[in-house]
């Protein structure tokens, strides 16, 4: 593996960490705050709601972090999520796109994750890295 290629999997590893505890941390309060049971690792429904306030929190990323682009960069942006099979792929390609494209991502990230609401993304647990990593698996 080349060195352009293990910093494209770091850099996908550290994305895919930093949301997953986004997510179940907004999960978890949520459930706290609404005298919920916690997450259940085995519950279907609770895999579901995970995997759309994912879903949710991506989306919401990538408005919030890609306001303002150079045209290369978009059109970099642009090229990494068209070659994605997938759209749950295609979310986690445009924020590694955007990690590479932008030195302050991560400070834009952390703005994304401070106005985002789990309430956004629809209602139906997880596990650290690995239930992320099965979600948007690589093909």
């Known amino acids: 593996m080349d060195l352009a290629a293990r910093i494209e ?27 919920l ?19 949710a929190f991506l989306t919401h990323l990538e408005a919030s972090v890609a306001w303002d682009l150079a045209p290369e960069q978009a059109a970099r942006v642009e090229a990494a999520g068209r070659a994605a099979a997938d759209e ?8 590694v796109a955007l990690a590479r494209a932008l030195p302050d991502y ?3 990230f952390e703005a994304g994750r401070a106005s ?9 647990g997880g596990e650290r890295r690995g239930r992320l990593g099965r979600l948007f698996r690589r093909r």
Request: overall charge negative; hydrophobic content about 40%; aromatic content about 6%.
């Open 9 to 35: 999997a770091e850099l996908r590893e550290r994305l895919e960490a930093a949301v997953d505890f986004v997510c179940l941390g907004a999960l978890v309060e949520r459930r706290h705050a609404r005298g």
């Open 37 to 55: 049971p916690p997450l259940d690792s085995d519950s279907t429904r609770d895999r579901a709601e995970y995997e759309a306030s994912v879903r």
């Open 88 to 95: 749950p792929t295609r979310l986690v390609a445009v924020q």
């Open 106 to 108: 991560w400070e834009r």
């Open 116 to 124: 985002f609401s789990v309430d956004a993304a629809p209602a139906s």
